[in-house]
């Protein structure tokens, strides 16, 4: 029996269900790490894991609303998917509290969008089709993962350029 092709969607979701079952994995470790050392850890050492985390999430969160303000200044038809992506791959590359908010974000946004799209009128003055409101869900969630992955995988490099196949023509060079 010939085995079925796994669209790009769903490699990017099995690689990141990969990714977060290794992270869980790492975490257990740490976690065991953790205990084992018990009260050799100062209350220093414990307080800078909180204050990491705090700074991931309230970085993304800052990632979020400067890709926020950037996309209503460019002012660029069809640059939406690179902000949302470009957004998801810097608050990954501050770690996985990072990722973890924009998986939140994204997902709160997509959702709400989806709803939206249901009522909202095109340009033209007719309403999406189910099929159309699907697809741009369906697009909207990859560009977010695709993003998120990036951020993870590649810590150090410019999210413009991991997340470039997303940049509209036309898109001003300092985004």
């Excluded at 007719?126 to 998120?148: C, F, Q, V, W």
């Amino acid at each position: 029996m010939e085995k079925e092709k796994q669209s790009p969607v769903e490699i990017l979701y099995a690689n990141s269900i990969k990714q977060r079952e290794k992270e869980k994995r790492e975490q257990e470790e740490k976690n065991k790490l953790l205990g084992l050392l018990g009260d050799r850890l100062t209350p220093a050492q414990k307080l800078y894991s909180t204050v990491d985390e705090l700074r991931q999430k309230l970085g993304a969160i800052g990632d979020f609303k400067r890709n926020y303000h950037d996309i209503k200044e460019a002012n660029t038809k069809l640059s939406d998917k690179y902000f949302h992506a470009k957004a998801n791959c810097q608050a990954a590359q501050r770690g996985q509290a990072g990722a973890d908010i924009a998986r939140g974000l994204s997902d709160l946004r997509e959702n709400t969008d989806l709803i939206k799209n249901q009522y909202k009128k095109k340009k033209d003055g007719t309403k999406m089709k189910p099929s159309e409101i699907i697809e741009d869900y369906r697009d909207d969630h990859y560009a977010n993962l695709y993003g998120r992955l990036q951020g993870l995988q590649n810590p150090n490099t410019d999210c413009r350029i991991l997340v470039d196949k997303y940049r509209p023509k036309g898109l001003n060079k300092k985004y």
